[in-house]
């Protein structure tokens, strides 16, 4: 290939760089993209899609599960190998990225396949090739998984969510590490197609990032469906025998045929070149709200440390691509909405009630349980939930809130635009909540 010049490379395409190089190339701009591994990233091929196709499954199976006592009696078998064929042909074309590299160049953009690089300002490498770009650099290499340094578990054959979302079935046991976001969702899921499954949580509970009322519900759920979970615990050693893993926790032993390993994510800036355009990095990124870093260099998704989300992602895209082109750009949203997608789900938006009194918000509190709502009540089997909002008392706003329950992430819209838009309290008393849904229920915690 030779060198090359551009107006801008975005190394890295996951969905918010995807989306970024097709919104440059199509406004105009000579746009190289480079990716080392598959175009897209990790949610559609070991992330999100994947994960969610198998938790639609899983919660299918739930619910067939619950026509006794509602609508008289079912049977269900499940069947691993139906998701897995579905994710294999449908969502992941086998794991190959045609489709998407094609959208790529179909944009105006040319792609180039490796690792990139930064070697100085507006320049990268990828292998012997270089690239220099007029208006500069978008980083976007995300994340991996972070994998602790537990005593023995390096010579072992963990799963990490890739491993696990290539499975062609269902292990008959399974140890789970990590009681956040991506353990718990995939614990559940895999509980539901018949595996016995323990989670273990080094951190004093699990879901540790959302409201402890929300901990607590999804520890209920995990023991009523039969996942034990230990949280607070130490994890001193894994040791695998050829057939079984062995979790050591101080007296006890955990035993399981495979071990999936969900204790975070670690972004992926150890070899990007930072060095040689002066810029430190500890664990992300620092970006202002146009997603700059310094002249020349932009950053977007995981790496910036404001939420490993797709839809951050995708948010940040469009103001890099703002600031790029030189549009105007509006206040950057801080307000987070987030969603775990448990059964039930578990949303949440803004500030935490914890985090709103650190912060010397004058906090008031209201809460109301899915359960004793009119839907929750009419519902029954699969009913657990609660919304809970924090309001700052002296402006009279909601500054975070939590929605669990049924659609508990379709519920938390409501809660989200209220939090955006610091929508009164006031007014947000004064409003006819539609009966009888499950997002009534936001009336009942005013």
Known sequence: ??????????????????????????????????????VGGECP??????????????????????VDGLAGTATVEPDFAVVARRIREEATDDWDDQVAADRVTAAGAR?????????????VV??????????????????????????????????TNRDILKAETAPATMIVIGGGAIGLELAQAFARFGTEVTVLEVAPRILAVEEPESSELIGTVFEAEGIGVHAGIPIDAVAHDGSVFHVTSGDVTYE????????????????????????????????????????GL???????????FTHVSMYQSERAARAILGEDLEPYDTSFPRVTFTDPEIGGVGLSEAQARDRGINVRVGLAPIPESSRGWIHAAGNEGLIKIV????????????????????????????????????????????????????????
């Open 45 to 66: 091929y070991w992330g999100c899609i994947p994960s969610k196709m198998i938790i639609r499954a899983a919660n299918a199976l739930a619910e067939a599960r619950r």
């Open 256 to 295: 399981a045929e495979r071990l999936l390993v969900a204790a975070g994510r670690r972004s992926r800036l150890d070899d990007v070149g930072l060095d040689t355009v002066g810029v430190e990095v500890d664990r992300f990124l620092t970006v202002d709200d146009a997603m700059q870093v310094t002249d």
């Open 126 to 159: 990828v292998g012997d090739d270089t690239i220099t770009a007029s208006k500069g650099v978008v980083l976007n290499t995300g994340t991996t998984p972070s994998v602790p340094p537990i005593p023995g578990l390096a010579d072992t054959p963990y799963w």
């Open 391 to 446: 309001i700052d008392d002296d402006r009279g706003v909601i500054v975070g809130a939590t929605s669990a329950g049924p659609a508990g992430g379709e519920t938390l819209a409501a809660l989200a635009f209220a939090v955006r838009a610091e929508i009164p309290v006031a007014t947000l008393r004064n409003t006819i909540y539609a009966y009888p849904t499950f997002w009534r229920a936001i009336e009942s915690a005013l």
């Open 1 to 38: 290939m030779g060198d090359l010049s551009c107006d801008v490379v975005v190394v890295g395409l996951g969905p918010g760089g995807e989306a970024l190089v097709a919104r440059l190339a199509k406004a105009g701009l000579d746009v190289v993209a480079v990716e080392a591994e598959l």
């Open 298 to 308: 932009w950053a977007i998704g995981d790496i910036t440390g404001r939420g490993a």
């Open 111 to 123: 792609l180039v396949r490796g690792r990139g690089r930064l070697a100085g300002a507006r320049t």
